[in-house]
């Protein structure tokens, strides 16, 4: 679904990304895990548009991308959960979410995609009159990410998701990624919380200052002695 080819990117004049190339399967959950610093925020920034590529290409679908602007890539069927949630405070759950129906494409589907979001956070069904800025952490979390779903994307780019929640809200956000899978969505996740990432994913790449220098398998992965010095520092 997704190719990405020596993407190189950054901030002003300050490279950050160096050549860093990576594919998602249609339908999968492929992760981009390393350490504080190493450009797995900037390579989904790149990827959506937010930080435009210098040198790389970017396929969707077979077509090129690589600078097409973020508000067009959601129109493609691309969306992303920004780290730090980005909510409207003083607007209910239900306006939140409809605001993220903004398209053609996801205006005409926006009842089957409320349904949808509904059926996996039943808790924003039931407070959906409710402020969003009320709301837990975690709940907020949620409200974020059905947010993004009722674009009706097939892609998802999820930064950070986890960061900041207690360890069961961590399990049930991490839960409900699983089942937005089970749903028939793609998703490209960045996360710090490695082993909760891996229990659901198909695939990973680990970055380090700004080049992948792992890739495989959950198991190989896990395995990975690059993987363990970069965390563990062994």
């Given at each position: 679904m997704l190719n990405v080819r020596d993407l190189e990117t950054g901030y002003g004049e300050m490279?950050?990304?160096?050549?860093?190339?990576?594919?998602?399967?249609?339908?999968?959950?492929?992760?981009?895990?390393?350490?504080?610093?190493?450009?797995?925020?900037?390579?989904?920034?790149?990827?959506?548009?937010?930080?435009?590529?210098?040198?790389?290409?970017?396929?969707?679908?077979?077509?090129?991308?690589?600078?097409?602007?973020?508000?067009?890539?959601?129109?493609?069927?691309?969306?992303?959960?920004?780290?730090?949630?980005?909510?409207?405070?003083?607007?209910?759950?239900?306006?939140?979410?409809?605001?993220?129906?903004?398209?053609?494409?996801a205006e005409e589907r926006v009842d089957d995609s409320l349904e949808i979001v509904y059926s996996l956070f039943p808790l924003l069904k039931e407070r959906r009159n409710q402020r969003a800025g009320t709301l837990s952490g975690g709940e907020q979390q949620m409200l974020a990410i059905a947010r993004a779903l009722m674009s009706a994307p097939k892609l998802i780019l999820m930064d950070e998701p986890s960061q900041g929640l207690a360890p069961k809200l961590v399990v049930q956000v991490f839960d409900t990624i699983s089942r937005m899978k089970d749903e028939g969505l793609t998703i490209l996740l960045v996360e710090q919380n490695v082993?909760?990432?891996?229990?659901?994913?198909?695939?990973?790449?680990?970055?380090?200052?700004?080049?992948?220098?792992?890739?495989?398998?959950?198991?190989?992965?896990?395995?990975?002695?690059?993987?363990?010095?970069?965390?563990?520092?062994?």
């Amino acid at each position: 679904m997704l190719n990405v080819r020596d993407l190189e990117t950054g901030y002003g004049e300050m490279q950050v990304l160096w050549g860093v190339s990576l594919e998602v399967r249609k339908q999968s959950i492929t992760t981009i895990l390393g350490p504080n610093g190493a450009g797995k925020t900037t390579t989904l920034r790149g990827i959506f548009g937010i930080n435009k590529p210098w040198k790389g290409k970017i396929e969707f679908e077979g077509r090129d991308i690589t600078y097409m602007p973020p508000h067009r890539k959601v129109e493609e069927g691309i969306t992303m959960v920004l780290e730090g949630r980005h909510l409207f405070p003083y607007m209910s759950i239900e306006e939140n979410l409809l605001l993220g129906a903004y398209t053609k494409r996801a205006e005409e589907r926006v009842d089957d995609s409320l349904e949808i979001v509904y059926s996996l956070f039943p808790l924003l069904k039931e407070r959906r009159n409710q402020r969003a800025g009320t709301l837990s952490g975690g709940e907020q979390q949620m409200l974020a990410i059905a947010r993004a779903l009722m674009s009706a994307p097939k892609l998802i780019l999820m930064d950070e998701p986890s960061q900041g929640l207690a360890p069961k809200l961590v399990v049930q956000v991490f839960d409900t990624i699983s089942r937005m899978k089970d749903e028939g969505l793609t998703i490209l996740l960045v996360e710090q919380n490695v082993f909760s990432s891996l229990e659901i994913s198909d695939y990973a790449y680990v970055l380090g200052e700004g080049k992948i220098v792992a890739e495989g398998s959950v198991d190989e992965i896990k395995d990975s002695e690059i993987v363990k010095r970069a965390y563990v520092g062994v």
